[in-house]
Protein backbone atom coordinates (compact mmCIF):
# COMPACT_ATOMS: atom_id res chain seq x y z
CA UNK A 1 0.00 0.00 0.00
CA UNK A 2 1.26 3.36 -0.64
CA UNK A 3 2.60 5.93 1.94
CA UNK A 4 0.43 8.54 3.08
CA UNK A 5 -2.78 7.30 1.10
CA UNK A 6 -4.61 10.18 3.49
CA UNK A 7 -3.30 13.64 2.98
CA UNK A 8 -2.94 14.77 6.24
CA UNK A 9 -3.32 18.36 7.22
CA UNK A 10 0.36 20.35 9.23
CA UNK A 11 2.30 18.47 11.31
CA UNK A 12 2.17 14.97 11.33
CA UNK A 13 3.75 12.87 14.29
CA UNK A 14 6.78 11.10 14.01
CA UNK A 15 6.39 9.14 16.96
CA UNK A 16 2.94 7.87 18.34
CA UNK A 17 2.12 5.82 21.68
CA UNK A 18 -0.79 4.54 22.47
CA UNK A 19 -2.21 3.27 25.81
CA UNK A 20 -4.37 0.34 24.57
CA UNK A 21 -7.41 0.31 26.89
CA UNK A 22 -10.63 -0.35 27.36
CA UNK A 23 -10.76 -4.13 26.76
CA UNK A 24 -12.63 -5.32 29.07
CA UNK A 25 -15.18 -2.84 29.12
CA UNK A 26 -15.84 -3.67 25.31
CA UNK A 27 -16.18 -7.07 26.04
CA UNK A 28 -18.30 -6.46 29.29
CA UNK A 29 -20.39 -4.64 26.71
CA UNK A 30 -21.37 -7.04 24.71
CA UNK A 31 -21.65 -9.98 27.37
CA UNK A 32 -18.18 -11.84 26.84
CA UNK A 33 -15.25 -12.53 29.14
CA UNK A 34 -12.48 -10.20 29.10
CA UNK A 35 -9.86 -12.63 26.95
CA UNK A 36 -12.53 -11.59 24.18
CA UNK A 37 -12.19 -8.15 24.63
CA UNK A 38 -8.39 -8.67 24.44
CA UNK A 39 -8.27 -10.69 21.60
CA UNK A 40 -10.24 -8.14 19.65
CA UNK A 41 -7.67 -5.79 20.69
CA UNK A 42 -5.12 -7.49 19.20
CA UNK A 43 -6.68 -7.86 16.03
CA UNK A 44 -7.15 -3.96 16.04
CA UNK A 45 -3.80 -3.41 16.77
CA UNK A 46 -3.15 -5.39 13.31
CA UNK A 47 -4.64 -2.71 11.43
CA UNK A 48 -3.54 0.33 13.66
CA UNK A 49 -0.02 -0.85 12.53
CA UNK A 50 -0.89 -0.82 9.22
CA UNK A 51 -2.40 2.53 8.88
CA UNK A 52 0.51 4.25 10.71
CA UNK A 53 2.67 2.62 7.73
CA UNK A 54 0.31 4.19 5.24
CA UNK A 55 0.03 7.60 7.18
CA UNK A 56 3.76 7.70 7.54
CA UNK A 57 4.16 7.71 11.03
CA UNK A 58 8.41 6.36 11.44
CA UNK A 59 7.45 5.22 15.47
CA UNK A 60 4.55 3.54 16.98
CA UNK A 61 4.42 2.66 21.04
CA UNK A 62 2.13 0.63 22.43
CA UNK A 63 1.46 -0.41 26.55
CA UNK A 64 0.58 -3.98 26.18
CA UNK A 65 1.42 -5.22 29.99
CA UNK A 66 2.33 -2.97 33.07
CA UNK A 67 4.31 -3.62 35.67
CA UNK A 68 1.28 -3.20 37.30
CA UNK A 69 -1.24 -5.86 35.25
CA UNK A 70 0.73 -9.01 37.18
CA UNK A 71 -2.18 -7.95 40.00
CA UNK A 72 -4.94 -9.18 37.74
CA UNK A 73 -6.59 -12.13 38.11
CA UNK A 74 -4.12 -15.72 37.21
CA UNK A 75 -6.44 -16.24 34.40
CA UNK A 76 -6.51 -13.11 32.42
CA UNK A 77 -2.99 -12.89 33.36
CA UNK A 78 -2.46 -16.28 32.02
CA UNK A 79 -4.53 -15.91 29.20
CA UNK A 80 -2.45 -12.27 27.85
CA UNK A 81 1.15 -13.70 27.77
CA UNK A 82 -0.78 -16.44 25.71
CA UNK A 83 -2.13 -13.90 23.45
CA UNK A 84 1.59 -12.64 22.99
CA UNK A 85 2.72 -15.75 22.01
CA UNK A 86 0.30 -16.36 19.87
CA UNK A 87 0.67 -12.94 18.02
CA UNK A 88 4.72 -13.20 17.32
CA UNK A 89 3.83 -16.42 16.29
CA UNK A 90 0.94 -15.35 13.39
CA UNK A 91 2.33 -11.96 13.17
CA UNK A 92 5.75 -12.09 13.06
CA UNK A 93 6.72 -12.45 9.27
CA UNK A 94 4.11 -10.64 8.18
CA UNK A 95 5.35 -7.01 10.44
CA UNK A 96 9.01 -8.52 8.85
CA UNK A 97 7.88 -8.04 5.22
CA UNK A 98 6.04 -4.63 6.15
CA UNK A 99 9.58 -3.48 6.97
CA UNK A 100 8.20 -3.26 10.92
CA UNK A 101 11.39 -3.18 13.64
CA UNK A 102 10.18 -4.61 16.90
CA UNK A 103 11.38 -3.29 19.96
CA UNK A 104 10.68 -4.72 23.87
CA UNK A 105 10.09 -1.84 26.28
CA UNK A 106 10.41 -3.76 30.12
CA UNK A 107 12.28 -6.07 31.82
CA UNK A 108 11.96 -9.87 30.14
CA UNK A 109 12.96 -11.42 33.57
CA UNK A 110 10.22 -13.10 35.07
CA UNK A 111 8.56 -13.75 31.96
CA UNK A 112 8.51 -17.64 31.19
CA UNK A 113 11.66 -18.84 28.94
CA UNK A 114 9.78 -19.80 25.98
CA UNK A 115 7.85 -16.52 25.46
CA UNK A 116 11.33 -14.46 26.42
CA UNK A 117 12.79 -16.38 23.79
CA UNK A 118 10.33 -15.26 21.11
CA UNK A 119 10.35 -11.80 21.61
CA UNK A 120 14.28 -11.81 21.69
CA UNK A 121 13.94 -13.66 18.49
CA UNK A 122 11.36 -10.92 16.76
CA UNK A 123 13.86 -7.83 18.27
CA UNK A 124 16.81 -9.75 16.52
CA UNK A 125 14.91 -10.71 13.58
CA UNK A 126 13.61 -7.36 12.52
CA UNK A 127 16.38 -5.36 13.74
CA UNK A 128 17.53 -3.95 10.22
CA UNK A 129 13.73 -2.81 9.02
CA UNK A 130 12.96 0.81 8.75
CA UNK A 131 9.87 1.80 7.69
CA UNK A 132 8.03 1.84 11.16
CA UNK A 133 9.96 1.24 14.52
CA UNK A 134 7.09 -0.92 16.98
CA UNK A 135 8.03 -0.67 20.50
CA UNK A 136 6.04 -3.08 22.56
CA UNK A 137 5.80 -2.22 26.56
CA UNK A 138 5.54 -5.40 27.96
CA UNK A 139 6.08 -6.34 31.52
CA UNK A 140 6.49 -1.99 31.38
CA UNK A 141 6.56 0.16 34.12
CA UNK A 142 7.65 4.08 33.51
CA UNK A 143 8.90 4.33 37.20
CA UNK A 144 10.59 0.90 37.05
CA UNK A 145 12.17 1.85 34.02
CA UNK A 146 13.64 4.64 35.86
CA UNK A 147 15.28 2.41 38.49
CA UNK A 148 17.01 -0.09 36.13
CA UNK A 149 18.31 2.90 34.28
CA UNK A 150 19.99 4.11 37.74
CA UNK A 151 20.82 0.51 38.58
CA UNK A 152 23.16 0.90 35.72
CA UNK A 153 23.97 3.64 36.24
CA UNK A 154 25.71 3.32 38.76
CA UNK A 155 27.00 -0.53 37.76
CA UNK A 156 28.86 1.08 34.86
CA UNK A 157 30.65 3.90 37.25
CA UNK A 158 29.23 6.90 36.12
CA UNK A 159 30.18 9.91 38.07
CA UNK A 160 27.39 12.13 39.16
CA UNK A 161 28.18 15.41 37.29
CA UNK A 162 28.19 12.94 34.01
CA UNK A 163 24.51 12.43 34.97
CA UNK A 164 22.81 14.72 32.00
CA UNK A 165 18.86 14.17 30.42
CA UNK A 166 20.82 13.19 27.17
CA UNK A 167 22.51 10.35 29.37
CA UNK A 168 19.85 9.19 31.52
CA UNK A 169 18.13 8.77 28.06
CA UNK A 170 20.07 6.40 26.73
CA UNK A 171 19.98 4.38 29.80
CA UNK A 172 16.21 3.82 29.39
CA UNK A 173 14.43 1.14 27.56
CA UNK A 174 13.79 3.68 24.58
CA UNK A 175 17.49 4.54 24.12
CA UNK A 176 17.77 5.82 20.58
CA UNK A 177 14.27 6.01 20.22
CA UNK A 178 12.67 9.83 20.12
CA UNK A 179 10.48 10.94 22.73
CA UNK A 180 6.93 10.62 21.65
CA UNK A 181 5.04 13.77 19.80
CA UNK A 182 1.95 12.06 20.38
CA UNK A 183 -0.07 9.89 23.38
CA UNK A 184 -3.26 8.48 22.83
CA UNK A 185 -5.07 6.47 25.25
CA UNK A 186 -8.06 4.73 24.60
CA UNK A 187 -11.46 4.56 26.65
CA UNK A 188 -11.84 7.47 27.87
CA UNK A 189 -9.77 7.17 31.18
CA UNK A 190 -7.73 10.53 31.63
CA UNK A 191 -4.26 9.06 33.54
CA UNK A 192 -1.22 7.60 31.95
CA UNK A 193 -0.62 5.05 34.06
CA UNK A 194 3.15 4.68 34.59
CA UNK A 195 3.42 5.08 30.98
CA UNK A 196 6.79 6.74 29.30
CA UNK A 197 6.53 9.39 32.84
CA UNK A 198 10.28 10.50 31.03
CA UNK A 199 9.66 10.26 27.34
CA UNK A 200 6.23 12.03 27.78
CA UNK A 201 7.29 15.36 29.67
CA UNK A 202 6.43 16.84 26.77
CA UNK A 203 3.93 14.96 24.50
CA UNK A 204 1.06 16.29 23.27
CA UNK A 205 -2.08 14.04 24.71
CA UNK A 206 -4.91 12.75 23.41
CA UNK A 207 -8.21 10.89 24.95
CA UNK A 208 -11.04 9.13 22.66
CA UNK A 209 -13.73 7.66 24.59
CA UNK A 210 -13.52 4.71 22.04
CA UNK A 211 -12.58 1.16 23.32
CA UNK A 212 -9.83 -0.09 21.80
CA UNK A 213 -11.31 -2.70 19.77
CA UNK A 214 -13.21 0.47 17.96
CA UNK A 215 -10.19 2.32 17.43
CA UNK A 216 -9.84 2.11 13.96
CA UNK A 217 -8.21 4.03 11.43
CA UNK A 218 -10.90 7.16 11.40
CA UNK A 219 -10.18 7.32 14.59
CA UNK A 220 -6.81 7.59 14.23
CA UNK A 221 -6.58 10.42 11.67
CA UNK A 222 -8.96 12.22 13.82
CA UNK A 223 -6.29 11.93 16.40
CA UNK A 224 -3.59 12.79 13.80
CA UNK A 225 -5.68 16.00 13.02
CA UNK A 226 -6.36 16.98 16.47
CA UNK A 227 -2.37 16.98 16.85
CA UNK A 228 -1.82 19.29 13.75
CA UNK A 229 -3.61 21.63 15.80
CA UNK A 230 -1.43 21.86 18.64
CA UNK A 231 0.58 24.75 19.50
CA UNK A 232 3.93 22.96 21.16
CA UNK A 233 5.33 25.49 23.30
CA UNK A 234 7.81 23.79 25.30
CA UNK A 235 7.72 26.75 27.76
CA UNK A 236 8.20 29.28 25.82
CA UNK A 237 5.99 31.69 23.59
CA UNK A 238 4.41 30.55 20.03
CA UNK A 239 6.71 33.14 17.63
C1 LIG B 1 -6.27 -2.73 28.27
O1 LIG B 1 -7.60 -3.06 28.46
C2 LIG B 1 -5.40 -3.95 28.04
C3 LIG B 1 -4.51 -4.27 29.17
C4 LIG B 1 -4.36 -3.59 30.27
C5 LIG B 1 -3.72 -5.48 29.03
P1 LIG B 1 -8.15 -3.35 29.91
O2 LIG B 1 -8.04 -4.79 30.19
O3 LIG B 1 -7.51 -2.47 30.92
O4 LIG B 1 -9.68 -2.94 29.73
P2 LIG B 1 -10.59 -2.20 30.79
O5 LIG B 1 -9.90 -0.93 31.19
O6 LIG B 1 -10.75 -3.12 31.96
O7 LIG B 1 -11.86 -1.94 30.07
C1 LIG C 1 -2.78 0.64 31.38
O1 LIG C 1 -4.12 0.31 31.47
C2 LIG C 1 -1.96 -0.53 30.95
C3 LIG C 1 -2.18 -1.01 29.59
C4 LIG C 1 -3.02 -0.53 28.72
C5 LIG C 1 -1.34 -2.11 29.19
P1 LIG C 1 -4.75 -0.22 32.84
O2 LIG C 1 -6.17 -0.51 32.53
O3 LIG C 1 -3.94 -1.29 33.42
O4 LIG C 1 -4.63 1.07 33.77
P2 LIG C 1 -5.51 1.57 35.00
O5 LIG C 1 -5.56 0.46 36.00
O6 LIG C 1 -6.86 1.88 34.47
O7 LIG C 1 -4.82 2.79 35.51
MG1 LIG D 1 -7.94 -0.63 31.63
Redesign the pocket.
Known amino acids: MAKNTVKLPGQVPSHIAI ?3 GNGRWAQARGLPRLAGHHAGTENLRRVITACVDFGIQYLTI ?4 T ?2 WGRPFEEVQGLMGILEDVIDRELKELDSQGVQLRHLGRLDGIKPSLRQKVNNAVEKTKNNSRLVLCI ?1 FNYGGRDEIVCAIQNLIKDGIKPEDVTEELVSQYLFTAGVPDPDLIIRTSG ?1 L ?1 G ?3 LIWQGAYSEWYFPATYWPDFDKQELQRALEEYSKRDRRYGKVSP
Request: no cysteine; glycine share 6%.
Open positions: IMDYAFSENGERSNF
